[in-house]
C-alpha cells in the first residue's frame, strides 16, 4: 500500500475505532443501569419455606382478632399459603426494583447491619423492606415487610416479620371508612426455641 493509500485508512480506522467503543459502551451502560444488588428477600423466604416443607416441624398458628386468642396446629399446605404473604410482590423484580432506595445502617450496640429499601410511592404494595444481619453481614437475624394496601370501603396496613428457622408474623390493621379499626394477628411458630 502506497503512502496516499496509509493516509487515507488512518482516519477511517480511527473513526471504526471511536464508532466501536461507543457501541461498547453505550452496551455496557445499558447492561449496568440494574447494578444495585438487592437482597433477594424472595428467595431468601422461599428457602426457609422448602425448609419447613421437608422438615416434620409441629407447625402451629397462634391469632389474634381484636384481643381473641386462638391457636390451632397446622399441615404444611396452609403454612405454605399463609407464608406467600412474603413472597409477593418481588421488590428485586425489575418493574418494581427502580422504585425503591437502599440504604445500609451498622448499629455498633446491637452488632448488626440493617438494609433498608424504601418507596416514595404510596400506591405500591410493599413500602418498605428491612433486613437485619449479624456483624458478618451474611445471616439474617430477622425481615420486616411493610405492606399498605387501599379499598373502596377501607385502607389496611401489614407489618409482616420473619424469624428465621422459627417463626412469621403477620399484623394487619384495617381502617374502615367510618373509621372502625379491625385489627388481626396471625403467628406461625415451627421450630420453637426459648
Known amino acids: 500500500m502506497n503512502k496516499a493509500g496509509i493516509i487515507l485508512l488512518i482516519p477511517f480506522l480511527f473513526y471504526y475505532s471511536c464508532r466501536q467503543h461507543a457501541k461498547h459502551t453505550n452496551a455496557r451502560e445499558q ?34 382478632t381484636n384481643g381473641k386468642k386462638d391457636s390451632v396446629a397446622i399441615n404444611t399446605d396452609l403454612f405454605n399459603t399463609i407464608s406467600v404473604q412474603f413472597l409477593k410482590p418481588d421488590i428485586n423484580d425489575t418493574a418494581f426494583k427502580k422504585r425503591y432506595t437502599e440504604s445500609i445502617f451498622h448499629d455498633l ?6 438494609i433498608s429499601y424504601t418507596s416514595s410511592d ?24 411493610r405492606k399498605f394496601f387501599n379499598y373502596s370501603d377501607s385502607s389496611a396496613i401489614e407489618q409482616l416479620s420473619w424469624k428465621p428457622g422459627q417463626s412469621f408474623q403477620i399484623n394487619r390493621l384495617v381502617q374502615k371508612t367510618d373509621n372502625k379499626e379491625i385489627a388481626y394477628q396471625t403467628n406461625v411458630i415451627w421450630n420453637e426455641k426459648s
Request: without cysteine; charged residues 25%.
Open 31 to 64: 447492561v449496568n443501569n440494574d447494578t444495585a444488588k438487592f437482597f433477594d428477600v424472595t428467595h431468601y423466604i422461599q428457602s426457609q419455606i422448602a425448609d419447613v416443607n421437608k422438615t416434620p416441624y409441629f407447625i402451629y398458628k397462634l391469632t389474634v
Open 109 to 114: 450496640t446491637t452488632k448488626s447491619f440493617t
Open 122 to 145: 404510596k400506591q405500591l404494595e410493599i413500602q418498605n423492606v428491612e433486613v437485619l444481619l449479624q456483624e458478618d453481614g451474611e445471616t439474617v437475624k430477622r425481615i420486616f415487610i
